[in-house]
C-alpha cells in the first residue's frame, strides 16, 4: 500500500501518532526538493521516527525512480509519500509517479486561498493542480488524520 | 526599561512552552497558579492552519523575549511533533535547549531552578517530569494496608 499525502509540515505529530500506524508503513518518502539538500533538517524531522520505519528525503524528480527501488526490495509493507504543496504532487505525477488516491491533509492558510476544510486552504494555482489530477483519474481524500470522515470537496 | 536592577534574578535561564494548540498557555497560567507570577517565560501555540515560516518566527521572537544571556529552554510536548520539530530547527541560531514531554510537574520544577545552567536545568526539567507521574492510587493502597 502507498499512501500519497500532500502536508505543508512533512513529518510531524499526525503522521508519526496516526498514519504510519494506520498504514503500516515502514518506508517513509518525504519528496521535497528544499529538504532534499538541508541534512539538519532531515535529522530534525527524522529523529522521532520510530527505528523500525526508514525515511528517505528526495528531490520531488527522483520519485518514482525511489519507488521502484523500494519497492524491489521485499520488506516493504507499505510506504508513505509525503509533499508539502499541490505543485509538488503535480509535478511528481506528471515526472511519471503515478498514483490513484492523493490525501490533501495540511495546506496552511495565507491570503488569497479559499478554505476548503480546517485545515485545507487552496490558492488558485493548488486548485488548478488538483484538478488536472482528478481529469487524470485521481481520487481526493481531505483528511487530515484516518479516522475522520472521507469528504470529497470537488 | 533603562532602570539598573542589582537582582541576580536577571540572570536565569528563559523558558518558552512551545506546544500545540492553547496547551502550552494553559500549562504556564497552572504553574503560576502554583508558583506566582514568573518573569521570562512565554507560551506559544502551534496552531496547523498557520504557515511553517510565521509560525518559526513568533517562535523565534518568543526565545528572544526571554532570553537573558544564559539561554533559553523549550519545553515542547510531542516528541516528532511541528513544536517540537520547530524548536529544534531554531538551536541553529539561538542556545537553545529543547526538552519534550511537557507537563506540570516539568514546568514547576523548571521554573524554580532557573539560575541552573541550561544543561543542567534541562536534566532536572526531565526528572521531574519523569517523577511526576505515579500510580497515586496504588501507591495509597499499598501504605493503607500495612
Not at chain 2, 540572570?11 to 503560576?32: N, P, R
Request: charged share 20%.
Amino acid at each position: 500500500m502507498i499512501l500519497v499525502r500532500i502536508d505543508n509540515r512533512l513529518i510531524h505529530g499526525q503522521i508519526i501518532e496516526t498514519w504510519l500506524p494506520f498504514t503500516g508503513a515502514n518506508h517513509v518518502i518525504v519528496a521535497n526538493d528544499g529538504l532534499a539538500n538541508d541534512v539538519l533538517q532531515q535529522e530534525i524531522m527524522s529523529l522521532a521516527i520510530p527505528q523500525t520505519i526508514e525515511s528517505y528525503f528526495i528531490n520531488v524528480d527522483r520519485l518514482s525512480e525511489k519507488i521502484e527501488q523500494i519497492q524491489f526490495i521485499n520488506d516493504a509493507q507499505g510506504i508513505v509519500v509525503l509533499f508539502s504543496s499541490c505543485p509538488d504532487a503535480k509535478r511528481a505525477f506528471d515526472s511519471g509517479f503515478a498514483f490513484d488516491n492523493l490525501n490533501i491533509g495540511n495546506v496552511h492558510y495565507s491570503p488569497g486561498k479559499k478554505q476548503v476544510s480546517p485545515s485545507v486552504a487552496l490558492s488558485d494555482e493548488d486548485e488548478r493542480c488538483l484538478r488536472q489530477l482528478t481529469r487524470k483519474g485521481v481520487e481526493l481524500d481531505f483528511r487530515c488524520v484516518p479516522n475522520d470522515p472521507v469528504q470529497v470537496r470537488f | 526599561m533603562a532602570a539598573k536592577c542589582e537582582s541576580r534574578d536577571k540572570t536565569f535561564v528563559g523558558v518558552v512552552l512551545v506546544t500545540h494548540g492553547a496547551f502550552g498557555e494553559t500549562l504556564l497560567a497552572a504553574a503560576k497558579t502554583v508558583l506566582g507570577p514568573q518573569d521570562n517565560c512565554q507560551a506559544i501555540g502551534v496552531d496547523v492552519n498557520i504557515g511553517v515560516d510565521e509560525t518559526m518566527e513568533a517562535i523565534r521572537s518568543a526565545i528572544r523575549s526571554v532570553e537573558n544571556g544564559k539561554g533559553v529552554l523549550a519545553l515542547t510536548d510531542l516528541f516528532g511533533g511541528s513544536p517540537t520539530t520547530m524548536s529544534l530547527s531554531l538551536m541553529k541560531s539561538e542556545n537553545l535547549e529543547v526538552i519534550t514531554g511537557v507537563n506540570l510537574p516539568m514546568v514547576v520544577a523548571t521554573l524554580q531552578a532557573r539560575l541552573l545552567p541550561l544543561n543542567e536545568l534541562a536534566e532536572k526539567a526531565k526528572d521531574a517530569g519523569q517523577q511526576g507521574i505515579k500510580v497515586a492510587g496504588a501507591m495509597l493502597r499499598k501504605k493503607t494496608k500495612k
